[in-house]
């Protein structure tokens, strides 16, 4: 096990943990030593109310009331925790602390363009004072809902604690959402006040949120924009009179009354309008803060997020530990741009996202070398699994530093899995469970896992449970999304992983809700639908690893049938049909199969969990819990295996053509029908004559790949765009060959095979295939790129796959490979490899392949890093796109999996090391590159001493995308025509 | 029938080796919808060809193509000085319609209709690309239609899911025009051609690519490049 270096490190002298000196409080309580992890983490579940009375009395919260009675009740879902405890939130953030510095900073607001604003803590606290009495002024009440509508800055952090002050509940968001997006949550709230930041925000979004939102009276702009007409009063926020009368205490509230309202995100419908009240949120905070993460008065503390995220919330709840917190309401312009600011305001704990760290990665930025990170002591990362390599590369590019990852949700306002400050980080690992909390995996019985992946459990009460939800009179919605799935514990929706050190995995949503392409779907609505067909006794809709897209999944709908009742043609077109009208195209399966039965376990619940792995070929892992597992061979031999390493290539299936053309007509003319929404067709109808579209040709395309399972590219149906002649292409596309060397162009002759890129993907050669002047044929080569566990395949070893699915359309050389980049690291392993089996290799073209790291030498790889950051910032656009990248409120579903898929080629490709080859190459070198690449070529020269470089125009532009790259068809021709004079 | 000339000036400085002052388009705006004296008027401009192609499709199609082409006519008729009927149109290997060279005068046009919104460009000095498509709502199945980049596919899943059936659909405007004003149509992967997702206006594939303002629940782009890039 690789370990990054413990906490206590990095440059500072730290004190012994909070943790500790807590610790030394509970042991007198226990009687006994809690040295151990697992020891401290289980008197806290077991003595839970001891736990949180102590955690109350320790952080010496300002409260009135009793604490003798922590807790009411032992359900999940229903225990009350200090019925007599009375706080006020902003009181607990801004109360002067003793060993603070009272005019010592509290608040730092960053901006991008204009300086920075500071307030000291004596200067925050009389400004939210002052803001609550003009909040109250404008009709503000306890219990009055206010919607908030600003950036990640310090004005809002102070209108949002001047809410919390007056006790009034405060739901948040950000300016740039779209009006529908935003009503949909605040429509729930009924907000009495709406404070409002127009800069970013679009100019019908607020006249609708106006129209949409009847209970308001007031509303309040933060920005200098003209007034908006209105018909409630409106304020400009600078101009509203400041009563005289002096709010000296702020008045507590019930430890239940409600602080915050969150949403929960992606599911689909209305959000989910979740209530937090002010004592649990405090609680859970404080706790994090301050024993997990050791947050001290000499912190500075900054998170990268937005106020529509729940990070934001927990970010307010730091100045409660006396840290220094910094907010930042720019765009981040490259990978330089946290890190310059965690820099420049001294950071000593610095939360971001996976996704963040992943793209300094792979733009080659290198934090320690560039900016004094001296105060850091600490990463938090959330929002996304944190993969082992980030591990390896915070440690070498950011240096000695504790890189923490949690993971909660919005629903629990925190984490169930996260840091100690103590304890080494075990590499690609979670390192405890939260304290107080009985958090396990469980399997479908509710029985804990260790060491196996299950479904993430509470199995006690904790205090920042959501108190309820906004429209929910009856808490049935509240009851069923925790509640149901496993009796007595709140079931959290993710899969994760404990070993017996208490350390843990996350392993992406569990079985109820699928996550297609990132949207999130419910797989009730679908079954919902599948109700009204008659024909369908059960169905279970799950998710599949997508042959045909590495790193993507599909949805897959298992169907069993009603006694008599046959699957035919039509069933498939009814459910496709029903659920896009009545759910939502993304409700539409790829896969629909009918199956005997669905497998169940003993106490009768339907195992999704059994199925999915029976069909992605992975071992079942909860096949001793199933009343019928017999029923997966069915199962799995009705869904088309995927294909991974070692399995056949498998033929494209036509399953209807058979010899007689008719059926796929028929077939053809059906789907042919539904995309132009036609009844009937001629075989010989034109497309465009029956009203077709250059728009809806595409979608013809999809829905031939999706129901007859070949890919026909456009081009081709262009030809004769007719049901026949799209049948004709269809059967032609299907007897080609296998769909891992397609035919990319017909020809005599010895192949031309391109190697698929980083995405396994051969489509973005096709400008340059359609100019190439030879008679050859040419063959896109798409090897796998993951194998049956999904994990990331060497270029050794995805080179190895090429070159037999090669040697299977051409058996002996000599050969004429090429490939870009990605494709053209695979290309030259592939051309090392046959010639080590005595082949020859005529041709081996490089499109633009930049060496990999692993082969430069130190000095290189600097100098490529130091260039390409350079290019970064000197290119237009690239903000945007990493702007879009980065979002971070969008939560774990920000990454894309195509998105990770690349990210992961890229890593795969960074550690190759390319052997000698003795043979021509010419390499195509992008006009448009930074000006260290020509340097690197020294790299290739130093092991393929026949490289010849040629110009070509176009940039390297794989992943940014804002500047064509060299195969673009613009450029395609220059390129086509060097490739030509070679091949010839 | 609805007409609105909308007057789009383009900054000379992206179009080379031409005079400025002679450099501009103009974007019309057709109601496609006609009765039947409006339809027997308008075909009568059109070409026995024109009337031939119009009339094999169904009778929506036969409107809408009598309509666009008609419109099409009127507006180049109107630069030439010449009566409609007396334009001579050519159509290119991929379809794609343009004055002939004796009366091109340094004329570009292209034509678009989705539903019953048709639209017409019409430069001078310039060559143009236009497109209009009604807004589809949005689907995840979008993604995978084979003719979004990875590039925009990834910048597409980062919006906001209601921003996304505007972005798309302006991805495909985007693309067609650029494929239309290039002249090769869907003969070219709409793939390659990578659009700044979300951005109303651009450079697109080395052309200029701008909004045209269009009535609710569509949207459409112009694509404008060097006259110099016409084929020969």
């Known amino acids: 096990m690789t370990l990054t270096a413990p906490a206590s490190d990095p440059g500072i002298t730290r004190r012994p943990a909070q943790l500790a000196e807590f610790r030394a409080r509970l042991e007198e309580l226990a009687g006994r030593s809690l040295a151990d ?88 606290r009389a400004e939210v004072r002052r803001t609550a009495a003009a909040l109250a002024g404008v009709g503000l009440r306890t219990g009055d809902r206010i919607a908030l509508i600003g950036p990640n800055s310090g004005r809002t952090v102070i209108v949002a604690l001047a809410a919390t002050a007056l006790g009034a509940p405060l739901a948040t968001a950000t300016p740039d959402m779209g009006a529908t997006a935003l009503l949909g949550r605040f429509e729930q709230v009924e907000p009495a006040v709406m404070v409002v930041d127009r800069a970013g925000m679009a100019d019908e979004t607020l006249p609708a949120l106006l129209a949409g939102l009847p209970t308001l009276r007031r509303l309040v702009v933060l920005d200098d924009q003209p007034l908006p007409a209105a018909s409630v009063p409106v304020d400009r926020f600078d101009e509203v009179p400041v009563p005289d009368a ?44 301050r024993l997990h993460n050791d947050m001290r008065p000499d912190d500075v503390y900054f998170h990268h997020t937005t106020t529509a995220w729940m990070v934001w919330n927990r970010c307010l709840s730091t100045l409660a530990s006396g840290a220094h917190v910094v907010f930042y309401d720019g765009p981040v312009s490259g990978p330089e741009s946290l890190w310059e600011l965690v820099a420049d305001h001294g950071v000593t704990v610095f939360g971001t996202s996976p996704a963040y760290l992943q793209l300094c990665d792979d733009a080659g930025y290198r934090p320690a070398d560039s900016v004094d990170l001296s105060r850091l002591r600490a990463v938090l990362s959330q ?21 923490w990852s949690s993971s909660g949700g919005t629903d629990i306002l925190g984490a169930f899995v996260l840091s100690h400050p103590e304890l080494p980080v075990p590499r690609g690992r979670i390192q405890m469970r939260s304290l107080g909390m009985d958090v396990a995996a469980v399997d479908d019985e509710g029985n804990e896992l260790i060491g196996q992946v299950g479904e993430l459990v509470c199995r006690n009460p904790f205090p920042s449970r959501p108190v309820g939800f906004l429209r929910d009179p009856d808490g049935r919605r509240f009851h069923e999304a925790y509640f149901v799935q496993n009796p007595g514990m709140w079931t959290h929706g993710d899969r994760i992983d404990f070993e017996a050190d208490g350390s843990s995995r996350l392993h992406g949503r ?184 250059s728009r809806l040709a595409m979608s013809l395309m999809r ?82 790129l993951v194998d049956r566990d999904e994990r990331r395949l060497s270029i050794p070893e995805i080179a190895r796959h ?19 980049s990605f494709g053209g690291l695979v290309a030259y392993e592939a051309a090392t490899v046959l010639t080590a089996a005595g082949e020859e290799v005529s041709y081996l073209g490089l499109i633009d392949t930049v060496p990999p790291e692993a082969a430069m030498t130190p000095g290189e790889v600097r100098a490529a890093w130091w260039a390409h950051r350079l290019y970064l910032l000197l290119r237009e656009g690239p903000g945007r796109t990493l702007l879009g990248w980065l979002r971070p409120h969008r939560g774990a579903d920000d990454v894309s999996s195509e998105d990770r898929f690349f990210a992961e080629s890229s890593r795969v490709a960074r550690s190759y090391r390319p052997g000698p080859f003795d043979g021509a190459v010419t390499y195509y070198l992008a006009e448009d590159r930074s000006p260290i690449v020509g340097n690197t070529l020294t790299a290739w020269r130093r092991v393929a001493p026949h490289l010849i470089v040629t110009e070509v125009p176009g940039s390297h532009s794989d992943d940014w995308g804002t500047r064509p790259g060299v195969l673009a068809t613009q450029f395609a021709d220059v390129l086509a025509a060097r490739m030509s004079a070679t091949l010839r | ?224 490049g060097p006259l110099k890039e016409m084929p020969a």
């Open chain 1, 383 to 403: 929002g996304a699994v944190l993969e082992d390599w980030q591990y390896d590369w915070v440690a070498d590019a950011v240096g000695p530093v504790s890189l």
């Open chain 1, 703 to 784: 829905r031939v790949a999706l129901e007859l399972g070949v890919d026909v590219p456009v081009q081709d149906f262009l030809q004769a765009p007719t049901p026949r002649g799209l049948a004709d292409a269809v059967a032609q596309r299907a007897s080609a060959g296998t769909d891992a060397v397609p035919l990319l162009r017909p020809g005599h002759g010895r192949p031309v095979f391109f190697l698929a890129d980083a995405w396994g993907q051969v489509n973005s050669y096709a400008a340059i295939v359609q100019r190439l002047r030879t008679e050859r044929p040419v063959h896109g080569v798409q090897a796998p």
């Open chain 2, 1 to 224: 029938m609805l007409d609105v000339p909308l007057d789009l000036r383009v900054r000379p400085t992206r179009i080379r080796r031409v005079d400025p002052s002679e450099l501009s388009v103009a974007v019309r705006l057709v109601d496609l919808d006609a009765d039947p004296e409006q339809l027997r008027r308008a075909e009568s401009v059109l070409s026995p060809a024109e009337r031939a192609r119009a009339r094999r499709g169904t009778s929506t199609v036969h409107r809408r193509r009598v309509m666009l082409r008609a419109a099409l006519r009127a507006a180049l008729g109107n630069e030439l000085s010449q009566d409609p009927a007396a334009v001579q149109l050519g159509t290119s290997a991929s379809g794609r319609p343009f004055p002939m060279a004796a009366s091109r005068a340094l004329l570009d046009a292209n034509c678009s209709a989705s539903g019953d919104l048709g639209v017409i460009a019409v430069g001078r000095a310039c060559r143009v690309g236009i497109d209009v498509e009604g807004i589809a709502p949005w689907s995840a199945d979008t993604l995978v239609e084979g003719w979004l980049s990875a590039a925009e596919q990834a910048a597409l899943q980062s919006l906001p899911v209601e921003e996304r059936a505007l972005a798309a659909t302006r991805c495909w405007t985007q693309k067609e025009a650029v494929l239309k004003a290039r002249g090769t149509g869907l003969l070219d992967d709409p793939c390659t051609i990578v659009t700044p997702v979300g951005c109303p206006t651009g450079v697109v594939a080395g052309w200029t690519v701008e909004d045209v303002p269009v009535p609710r629940g569509w949207v459409a782009t112009l694509a404008l």
């Open chain 1, 37 to 124: 992890v697992n020891a401290l983490h289980a008197w806290s579940v077991e003595h839970v109310a001891d736990f949180w009375r102590e955690l109350l009395r320790w952080s010496e919260l300002p409260w009135s009331g009793s604490d003798e009675v922590a807790m009411v009740g032992d359900g999940v879902e229903t225990a009350q925790f200090f019925p007599d405890v009375r706080l006020n939130y902003a009181e607990t953030l801004l109360q002067p602390l003793p060993g603070v510095d009272d005019d010592g900073p509290a608040l730092t607001s960053v901006h991008a363009g204009r300086p920075a604003e500071r307030w000291t803590r004596a200067e925050l």
């Open chain 1, 246 to 289: 002096d709010v000296d205490a702020w008045e507590r509230y019930p430890f239940d009354a409600p602080l915050f309202v969150m949403f929960s995100s992606g599911t689909t419908g209305p959000p989910k309008a979740m209530v937090h009240g002010i004592g649990g949120t405090l609680l859970e905070h404080i706790k994090e803060h």
């Open chain 1, 802 to 820: 090429a070159v037999a699915l090669i040697r299977e359309v051409q058996p002996r050389g000599p050969y004429s490979l090429t490939g870009y």
């Open chain 1, 510 to 693: 569990s079985d109820g809700v699928l996550n297609i392409d990132g949207l999130r779907i419910g797989p009730s609505e679908i079954y919902a639908v599948l109700r009204r067909i008659p024909e369908i006794a059960d169905s279970m809709a799950i998710e599949q690893r997508d042959p045909h897209r590495p790193g993507a999944l599909r949805m897959v709908l298992l169907v069993v049938l009603r006694a008599g009742v046959e699957m035919d043609d039509h069933l498939p077109r009814t459910i496709r049909r029903l659920l896009r009208q009545q759910a939502s195209a993304a409700h539409v399966p790829s896969v629909i199969a009918a199956v005997p039965e669905l497998p169940i376990t003993h106490n009768g619940k339907k195992s999704e969990r059994a199925a999915r792995d029976a069909i992605n070929g992975d071992p079942v892992g909860n096949l001793a819990a199933l009343r019928n597992p017999g029923c997966l061979t069915a199962i799995a031999a009705a869904v088309r295996p995927q294909r991974g390493v070692g399995a056949e290539p498998s033929r494209a299936a036509v399953p209807s053509v058979g010899a007689t053309g008719d059926a796929l007509l028929r077939d053809v003319t059906a789907v042919w029908c539904g995309v132009l929404g036609l009844s009937t067709a001629d075989p010989d109808d034109d497309f465009f004559d029956v009203g077709g579209t």
